[in-house]
């Protein structure tokens, strides 16, 4: 499956911003969906993950509250909302995609087969 992220952007602290990870190539639904960062300097870490039918939802400690993950597998698209932005969110935001599985941990990154390019949020204090 080809994955392309896209809506980050420049944001000040408190705003929000609707990442967007559109998906080609193979059915959509049959793939769980992850959102990862990466800052300058750090390990790519996870964020959000979301089961293949939407019913399972998982968040990272640091972002639970404020942001949200959702998919529309009729568009064949997922999507990050993030509010309440922090200079600390300031990273790549990657998409990345994972056959269904009952059984998986979500958050490792060695857990996805497909993987985005990246789209840069940058939060400004």
């Known amino acids: 499956v080809q994955l392309q992220a896209s809506g980050g952007g420049l944001v000040q602290a408190g705003g929000s911003l609707r990442l967007s990870c559109a998906a080609s190539?193979?059915?959509?639904?049959?793939?769980?969906m992850g959102w990862f960062r990466q800052a300058p300097g750090k390990e790519r870490e996870f964020v959000s993950a979301i089961s293949w039918n939407g019913g399972y939802t998982r968040y990272a400690d640091s972002v639970k509250g404020r942001f949200t993950i959702s998919r529309d597998n009729a568009k064949n698209t997922a999507y990050l909302q993030a509010n309440s932005l922090k200079p600390e969110d300031t990273a790549v935001y990657y998409c990345a995609a994972r056959f269904r599985d009952y059984s998986v941990d979500y958050v490792p990154t060695s857990m996805y087969d497909f993987w985005g390019q990246g789209t840069q949020v940058t939060v400004s204090s």
């Open positions: 190539g193979r059915t959509f639904s049959n793939y769980i």
